[in-house]
């Protein structure tokens, strides 16, 4: 276990997820979704990739679990990326 791999940590990076929604909708449903966990500052949609992303930023730390639970309840999955590209 580590810090930066089970959290969201504040900044200006943020945390990508990739997920299996494919229409905009059901990403409009996961920024709302996760809106709602405390701490969660913004979610920015990325709908020009496949699969899709979107990132999160936050303004204290939040564990990785809650949004991939969050992401769940409304009938998807999240999977983080690598925190940064090798």
Do not use: Y
């Not at 810090?3 to 969201?8: C, G, H």
């Not at 949004?67 to 925190?83: M, Q, R, T």
Request: glycine fraction near 6%; hydrophobic fraction near 45%.
């Amino acid at each position: 276990m580590s810090a930066l791999k089970d959290n969201v940590i504040p900044g200006n990076h943020g945390q990508i997820f990739g997920t299996n929604a494919i229409e905009e909708m059901d990403l409009i449903e996961i920024k709302a979704s996760v809106l709602k966990l405390d701490g969660i500052k913004d979610v920015l949609l990325n709908a020009e990739i496949f699969p899709r992303e979107f990132t999160v930023h936050t303004s204290k730390m939040v564990l990785i679990n809650d949004i991939e639970n969050k992401v769940k309840s409304v009938g998807f999955h999240a999977i983080p990326k690598d925190l940064f590209e090798l």
